[in-house]
């Protein structure tokens, strides 16, 4: 618990920097984590039998977090994400076994794609909506206010899914993915982040009654991208997708709730926000 407790110190004074900072300092921040993240998952799905192209993986996955940043919107997104197709296929056609040469296609864009759902957080910041004057956050600004609420609601949704969790818990659900997941903690989270989102929403001039239907989706999601990089780990018959922070694994064990979480909350504001 020492190791956990010093490692977070570590780890979130550099997301406050980043958010502080705004788009350039995100984008930083991100591109980091796709880059390290890459590195991880295509280790996961070569011991899960699906060995990659890492090289051609991580500049995928790293530039459609910078396409995010420079151009938000969709197109060129989609513009890069096949481009990358493209190549990876390319270099795949040096594999003499066509086997070979079509997992490993298939994983470097698969394993891009997945650690590329970063760039969300950019698209959520370039899409959020204004924040009406006299609102207790005006002074951070759409873009960092918005990102605030999915950092906030990911992590208060961890918070009390363990927390309940772990004093309660009692109906465990998906054991071959993850034995220690409970329903009860699931509950907890997304009260926990249900509250937290509509005092966010309400700081933010929005109405705090949309965290029954923003917060739910938030923590599911968030629960979501947990249990599929379990599943991944699982494949690969590793406990933890990396060893760069002590007592908390890896990039993507710390990112793995936001790949998920970060595009319903785009959604959501694209919706739903007017």
Known sequence: ??????SAAF??????????????????????????????????LALAGWPAIPS?????????????????????GLLVLAIGAIVAAVVA???TDPHEGTVAWVATVFGAGYVGLLSFVLHLAA??????????????????????????GVWSFDTGAYLVGKTIGRHHFLTHISPAK?????????????????????????????AL?????????????????????R??????????????????DRTDSFLFAAPVVTLYVLALIR
Not at 132 to 148: F, T, Y
Not at 185 to 201: C, I, P
Not at 217 to 224: E, F, V
């Open 235 to 252: 494949a690969a018959g590793a406990k933890d997708s990396g060893a760069l922070i002590p007592g908390h694994g890896g990039v993507l």
């Open 213 to 233: 239907v923003l917060g739910p989706l938030l923590g599911l999601a968030a629960q979501a991208g947990d249990l599929a990089e379990s599943m991944l780990k």
């Open 56 to 76: 051609v993986g991580t500049l995928l996955a790293v530039a459609l977090v910078a396409e995010a940043a420079i151009a938000p919107g969709g197109e060129i």
């Open 127 to 152: 899409r959020a909506p204004a924040i009406p004057a006299g609102s207790a956050l005006v002074d951070l600004g759409p873009a960092r206010g918005w990102v605030v609420l999915l950092v906030l």
């Open 11 to 44: 780890i979130v004074p550099p997301i406050i920097a980043a958010v502080w900072l705004g788009l350039p300092g995100m984008t930083a921040l991100l591109a980091v984590a796709a880059a390290l993240g890459s590195r991880e998952v295509f280790r996961l």
């Open 182 to 210: 409970t329903l009860e903690g699931v509950a907890g989270g997304l009260v926990a982040t249900t509250a937290v989102t509509a005092l966010l929403l309400a700081g933010l001039g929005q109405a705090p009654l949309g």
């Open 1 to 6: 618990m020492r190791t956990r407790t010093l």
């Open 93 to 95: 056609f040096g594999r």
